[in-house]
Structure formats: C-alpha cells, structure tokens
C-alpha cells in the first residue's frame, strides 16, 4: 500500500495502536477545545455573547491541517507522487466539510455529549453507504452491533415531556444537524475507500488535498456570507480566544494525521470505529468540566452504544471486500 512515509517507518505491529493513541490523545483535548469555544460565554452581564462563527473555525482549522500535511510531504514523502484525480478529492472535501460544519454548528443547539454520542454513529452510515454503493456484505453480529448502538443513541437522545403544556420536542434542529453530519461522513468513507482501492493514495497527500480544497469552499463561503469580517470583529473585542483557536487547529491536525494514516493503512470503518471508542471519555471530562447532566437514562443508552462499538470492534472484521 503507498502510504505515507511517516507511518511506513512503524513496525506493522505497532501501527494501529500508535494510530489509536494518536488519535486518543489529540482528539481528547480537542473535544475539551472545542466546547469550551463553541459552548463559551463571552463578555460581562447583559452584553454576554455566544460564539457563532463555525465556518469561520473550520476554513482556520483546514488551514492549519493543510499546512501541517505539506511539512509531512516535504520531510517524510517528498518521493512518492499522488495519482489521484482532483475531482474526488473535491468531493471527499465538500463531504467532509459539510459533515464538520454540521458537527460544529449542531453545538449550539446540543450539549456536548449529545454531539459526541449521536456522532458515534458514524459506522452506520459508513456500513449502509458500503452496501448500497460499494456493494460490501457483512456478517449478522455485524448488523447485531449497529442495532445496539441504535437502540443507545435513542436512549439517550430521548427527552420526556415536562408537562402537558410543554414544547419541548425530541428531534429538534441540533440533531438533525447531526443526522446530515452522519451522512455526510458515510460519504466521505465511501470516497476514501475508492481512493484507496484505485490509486494508492498517500495519508499525507489525501490529508493536504482535501483540505485545500476545503479552504477554498470555505474561503468563498465566509467571504460571501461576510462572517469573516464579523469573526475579525469578535476576535478583537475578546483577543484571549484566538490562543484556544490556534491550540484547537494544532491539536486537529496533530489528531487528522492520525486520522489519515489510519484511513489508508485499516480503511474508513476501522477509523471510524477508533475515533467513537475514545468518546466515552471525552463524554466524561465534558460532564466532569463543564457540568453538563446525564441522566440514568442517558448512561444505559450509553453504555448500550460503546457495548456495540466494543462487539463491532471483535466480531464486525468479516466484511467481503470488493475492490481491494
């Protein structure tokens, strides 16, 4: 497999755990960032604002991943030359973009457990997207493991009525934002997998290219809407968040670099599978830190979706491949 240099230089053996605990340690801090940005209150008194520039976050975020790939082409796979057709890059990046900004932006909606619970989902889609386009079959525990994670997210997605007279509603605008986050990620799975089948693609390359072309969505998309200009504004009235936004955009790519190399050397399902097993402790600090309640409901609910996740991860590794 053409991967990048920076993980061809690891024993096989070691591979995967040093993906995991790569993936673990950066994207820990980078969930504890990222509330405390989104979720954060502003200023003193009646003139308390809420941060809202999601877009915004994300186009400096790409920014930073795409500058720390081309440092890892430049010093660890300067040799190997990318084949792969821009087009897909193009669409893997506005998949991916869309699921990252439906993600961010769903925080102002939703606690933060919630986010990261309802984006644990994320081998759902991957697997149904891999039947119906790349037509893979999987083994019943397989479909056995999905009905678990399901069955825990509804659990704890689940609000009862306060009262007879209240609008509080179950499926609101934070979780369908979520739910387009979870399509959107299948996408992007279902591309890279093409990528990896067809041309070999480096983890430090895919890493650079999707997020150029990111940038440049999110470049037009920010100049257009005029957030830009209204986040400069935010950033000079409250200069103390521009270090959390820096450490946000070192600790993604430190964390995507990660990501990639797990993408290109196990395949789209087993990263998604890493990055939901190390939420159960991100879920923690958030409710530890930032007092955010979780209900004995919430916990069996839970429970039920990291018990799926952990039968996925030992029994979910007979899937026909197609391509590969």
């Known amino acids: 497999m053409g991967a990048s240099g920076n993980g061809a230089a690891l024993p096989e053996r070691l591979r995967l755990p040093v993906c995991f605990l790569g993936v673990f340690a950066c994207y820990f801090y980078y969930g504890i960032l990222q509330e405390s940005i989104t979720r954060g209150r502003y200023g003193e008194g009646a003139k308390q604002e809420k941060f809202k520039y999601a877009l915004t976050l994300v186009f400096i975020q790409c920014v930073i991943n795409a500058a720390f790939a081309k440092l890892l082409i430049h010093f660890f796979d300067a040799v190997k030359a990318d084949r792969t057709r821009s087009w897909l890059y193009a669409a893997c990046s506005l998949s991916y973009l869309g699921a990252m900004v439906s993600s961010n932006s769903a925080l102002q909606f939703v606690s933060y457990p919630t986010q990261v619970l309802g984006k644990s989902c994320k081998p759902i889609p991957v697997m149904l997207l891999g039947v119906t ?10 479909y056995l493991c999905v009905l678990l994670i399901v069955a825990g997210v509804a659990l704890f997605l689940y609000k009862p009525k306060k009262g007879a007279g209240s609008d509080d509603h179950v499926f609101g605008y934070g979780e369908l ?11 992007t799975g279902v591309s890279q997998d093409h990528m990896r089948a ?5 983890s430090n390359h895919m890493m650079l290219n999707v997020n150029l072309w990111s940038t440049l ?27 959390n936004i820096l450490l946000f955009g070192l600790t993604s790519a430190l964390g995507q670099s990660f990501i990639f190399m797990t993408v290109v050397y196990f ?8 990055t939901t097993t190390r ?7 958030s409710v530890i830190l930032f007092a955010n309640p979780i209900s004995t409901m919430q916990w069996v609910g839970t429970v039920l979706v990291f018990l799926g ?16």
């Open 217 to 243: 969505f999110l470049g037009a998309g920010i100049l257009f809407t005029g957030e830009l200009w209204e986040f400069l504004s935010f950033t000079e009235r409250y200069p103390s968040i521009i270090y």
């Open 177 to 187: 934002l979520l739910l387009l986050s979870l399509t959107l990620d299948g996408l």
């Open 133 to 142: 386009l790349l037509r893979k079959k999987y083994p019943p525990a397989k």
């Open 309 to 324: 996740l952990g039968l996925d991860a030992k029994f979910g590794k007979g899937v026909k491949k197609t391509s590969h």
């Open 198 to 202: 067809h041309y070999q693609t480096g």
């Open 267 to 274: 395949g789209p399902l087993t990263c998604s599978i890493i």
């Open 279 to 285: 939420k159960f402790f991100t879920i923690l600090a």
